[in-house]
């Protein structure tokens, strides 16, 4: 049977998600830490401010930030030891985080140091906000987490080459739209379908690197549709990969998904797919590749198996499903 969140998830986590603007759907309003908004004098106008000034290190219960809308243009850092932080705004169109673009591009020198917003707080939080990588920083990440059961929910990342770095730990994503620009008037979309939007710029949809065979991370992409987006979407056809392997134990699932014709018919290293109208007879024939069809070797990868989400997701406002999408 199918639950709504995965038992890692904190009940009153699951209830801040869940609400609309910081009510816990009892009539009652979550206890908010700090204010971010571009006017007003009792507000915080930054966001990295109101993380240093609200929310302390190492700290066990939430730090709640409710980020009014506007347009952000301040790089966030979420260091290692402000934990718990559960962030949201106004909507992913009207409360948005940018950089500058006054940084000295010399300075740049890392993905980390280049990235727009950067978390590394364990059981970072965020939703109902928008993330978006200057146009002029190629190869900016746009979102950058290092964060430990750390969720997004309907939240939109638009960014260039590497719009989502998700560097390591168990991490969450639910009806988020993720964007990466291959032309200038042309996106490639990778889209939970029903619930989430990705979209990418390069012709890579996804990069997972696993140094041993032995380790127990990996990339699952469960209920996308990956299509093209824009004005030159016609000339994107076969032009992008689902993958390409980063080291040489890289793992990446995608299941009960829809991928549209952008995709090339060779695929990738590693591609198992339940959609309807999804040929798999012309994916590349490499030692680590693999068609699986049988949902009982498959299972391992939904939600609730691969990042546990029982554990630290339950009743941290975020709905899930533990298992498949479609019961037989």
Aim: glycine fraction near 8%.
């Amino acid at each position: 049977m199918l639950e709504e969140f995965p038992r890692w998830f904190p009940a009153t986590e699951r209830k801040m998600i869940e609400s609309n603007q910081g009510d816990n759907g009892g009539g009652e309003q979550w206890p908010i830490n700090v204010v971010v908004a571009q006017y007003g004098r009792r507000h915080l106008s930054t966001i990295a401010d109101s993380v240093l000034n609200a929310c302390p290190k190492n700290k066990t219960i939430a730090c709640v930030i409710y980020v009014k809308r506007g347009k952000y243009e301040k790089r966030v850092v979420i260091p290692k030891g402000v934990n718990q932080v559960f962030m949201y705004g106004d909507g992913p169109a009207h409360t948005i985080v940018t950089d500058s673009n006054t940084r000295d591009p010399k300075t740049l020198t890392t993905s980390f140091r280049a990235a727009t917003f950067v978390v590394m707080g364990k059981g970072f939080i965020c939703k109902d906000m928008g993330f978006t990588a200057p146009a002029d920083i190629g190869g900016a990440p746009t979102l950058l987490v290092l964060s430990d059961h750390s969720a997004f929910f309907n939240c939109k990342i638009d960014g260039n080459e590497g719009t989502l770095l998700a560097v390591a730990q168990r991490q969450f994503y639910r009806d988020c739209e993720i964007l990466g620009r291959v032309t200038q008037n042309s996106h490639i979309i990778v889209k939970p379908r029903n619930s989430s939007d990705l979209v990418l710029r390069r012709n890579v949809v996804s990069a997972q690197s696993r140094l041993d065979k032995h380790q127990t991370t990996g990339l699952v992409i469960q209920n996308y549709t990956i299509t093209a987006h824009g004005q030159n979407m016609n000339t994107l056809n076969a032009t992008t990969y689902l993958r390409s392997p980063y080291s040489e134990y890289s793992r990446t699932i995608i299941m009960e998904s829809f991928i549209g014709d952008v995709i090339h018919p060779k695929g990738w290293c590693k591609w198992s797919d339940n959609a309807i109208e999804t040929r798999t007879d012309k994916r590349v024939k490499w030692n680590g590749y693999s068609t699986i069809f049988e949902r009982d070797q498959m299972v391992s990868y939904t939600v609730g198996r691969f990042v546990q989400t029982d554990q630290w997701l339950l009743n941290r406002g975020i709905p899930y499903e533990i298992g498949f999408l479609v019961q037989n």
